[in-house]
């Protein structure tokens, strides 16, 4: 008896040395908070670092869903699906710019990675339709059929959250919080990482550990010696859908202690963003989700023609609202604010479709559609040719009906077309800087590599959008969730093994 319990002292007080380290999670968005759940079921200790007073992030804001290729939702609704079609969308969309290795990795992992959130309790039982795949994949919660809206990105990140504080409850030791504390540097020694340095209120701090990086992308990081200014000057004068807090943090911290950057200049501007009627020149704006074009949403310019195909990648529909679009002047719905946009069209069957309560948010709420009896009405509200938006749309049925070809190629003609004379909602939408592809190169173990020798820097992991290469030169709507969940998971493994590992190194 003595014997075991001076064996015991003996044995804890090594053991709380080498053991005390908590794993060190930066950024609460979908990422961190996935990695910090797969460590501590695996076993481990989380120390997360959230810049912001609450956790959520981009991830918060997401709306379209996560991509799932093969799930128990999509055979459900009878739709077949497998991995390697994720893949063959996702090297597609990206021009094969895209790091194979780490695609199929996505792929792989992706109907585990909707079971992961369902597990949590978030109900992923819906598909929808986004530009670019060749399936519905997009898994997303059912509209309710009054009521509020429940947007998947926020619940995810709710039931994530709870999940974490329930842990957190039954056992302190297993999960600490900090908010409102911004990593402000990375610590490296002999080549290794070895912990962080934060700041909050209360000071600095320094926090030994190893360390998942999961601080996002740059997409606001408008300052002067800032990331756009760095790799996406000329994309300065387009407004964001992320908040303020995307700063790219992370990239630029990994760099300055060598971590290799991947895709940086590759920055995507997302089609539709709404202009708000009470703030037409807002820097920060909504976005208009994929998953309205998804349901047959329209797009016209200002003379209320057509100019391409609603469901093409988001560069390419980009590209086509600068070179076919025009600002569009204050007389309709207050104007575009001096940017080139479109107007998105919707009638009562594509918004049915959509989901009323959320579209009522767009609508009611947010004001950003108006609703025209009929295409005349819309026709005169904009100053064009009554005859124009009828043929528009007269058009369009024909070619929703297999009668004519779409002269832009679109092929999936998604729930309904808008007959000239039933009601039709419209509000302006414009491109917007949307998603950084760019970022910390990774390899399949989520470990970053370092630009002098190629090799994964010792302790350091990133998951997703801080790091780059899955995506390539364009990403496919839902990858960027299912990104951060697989390699989220993945980071949190690893990171907990190497903790493991030095552990044992050290007893
Ligand atoms: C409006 C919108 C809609 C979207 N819709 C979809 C969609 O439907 N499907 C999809 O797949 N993708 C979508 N995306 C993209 C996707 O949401 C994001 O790319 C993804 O959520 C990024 O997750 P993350 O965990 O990497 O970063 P985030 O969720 O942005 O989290 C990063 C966190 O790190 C914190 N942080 C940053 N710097 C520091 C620091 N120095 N110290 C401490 N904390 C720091 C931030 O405050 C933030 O909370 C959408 C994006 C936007 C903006
Ligand atoms: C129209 O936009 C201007 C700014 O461009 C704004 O001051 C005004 O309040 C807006 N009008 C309405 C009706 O929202």
Not at 334 to 356: C, D, H, T, W, Y
Not at 391 to 405: A, D, P, R, S
Not at 456 to 464: D, V
Request: aromatic share 6%; glycine share 12%; charged share 25%.
């Amino acid at each position: 008896m003595l014997f075991q319990l001076i064996f015991l002292v003996l044995a804890t007080t090594n053991m709380v040395k080498a053991e005390e380290q908590k794993i060190i999670v930066v950024g609460g968005g979908l990422a961190g908070l996935s990695a910090s759940l797969e460590i501590i079921n695996g076993g481990g200790r989380v120390v997360l670092i959230e810049g912001e007073a609450n956790t959520g992030g981009n991830s918060a804001k997401a709306s379209s869903g996560i991509n799932g290729a093969g799930t128990a939702t999509q055979s459900n609704l009878g739709l077949t699906d497998s991995p390697s079609n994720l893949v063959s969308d996702t090297l597609s969309a990206g021009d094969n710019e895209n790091n194979k290795n780490l695609v199929e990795i996505l792929a792989a992992n992706s109907a585990d990675a909707v079971e992961f959130l369902r597990n949590v309790g978030v109900d992923l039982t819906d598909v929808n339709l986004c530009g670019g795949h060749s399936v519905a994949r997009t898994h997303w919660i059912p509209s309710p059929k009054e009521g509020r809206p429940i947007p998947a990105g926020f619940e995810i990140m709710k039931r994530l959250r709870t999940k974490l504080d329930k842990i957190k409850a039954e056992d302190a030791e297993l999960f600490e919080l900090l908010t409102s504390t911004k990593m402000t540097k990375i610590i490296k020694e002999d080549g290794k990482v070895i912990g962080i340095e934060v700041e909050n209120n209360e000071g600095r701090q320094i926090i030994h550990g190893n360390v998942v990086l999961a601080t996002g992308g740059f997409s606001s990081d408008r300052s002067k010696d800032g990331l756009l200014i760095e790799f996406g000057g000329e994309k300065l004068e387009f407004p964001s859908t992320n908040g303020q807090f995307a700063r790219g943090d992370g990239v630029k911290l990994a760099r300055s202690i060598g971590a290799k950057l991947i895709g940086m200049n590759r920055i995507q501007i997302h089609p539709t963003a709404f202009v708000d009627p009470k703030d037409p020149k807002a820097s920060t704006k909504f976005l208009a989700a994929e998953a309205l074009r998804g349901k047959g949403a329209l797009l016209i310019n200002g003379n209320g023609e057509r100019f391409g195909n609603e469901l093409g990648r988001r560069d390419y529909l980009t590209g086509k609202i600068l070179e076919e679009s025009q600002e569009i002047g204050e007389h309709f719905q207050n104007g575009s604010g001096g940017q080139k946009s479109a107007i998105m069209l919707m009638n009562e069957k594509n918004v049915e479709a959509f989901g009323r309560p959320a579209f009522n948010f767009y609508a009611i709420v947010k004001k950003f559609f108006v609703k025209y009896e009929n295409s005349d009405e819309l026709a005169d509200a904009l100053k064009v040719d009554r005859k124009t938006v009828k043929e528009t749309l007269e058009n369009y049925v024909q070619i929703f009906n297999g009668k004519k070809e779409d002269p832009f190629g679109k092929r999936v003609f998604p729930v309904a077309s808008i007959l000239p004379n039933e009601p039709i909602y419209a509000a302006i939408v414009t491109p917007a800087i949307h998603y950084t592809m760019g970022g910390l190169e990774i390899d399949g173990n989520a470990q970053v590599i370092s630009a002098q020798n190629e090799k994964p820097i010792e302790g350091l992991y990133a998951a997703g959008e801080v790091s780059g290469g899955v995506h390539g030169s364009n990403r496919l709507a839902g990858n960027s969730l299912l990104e951060c969940v697989v390699f989220g998971r993945i980071a949190g493994q690893n990171a907990l093994k190497y903790n493991q590992k030095s552990v044992r190194e050290e007893l």
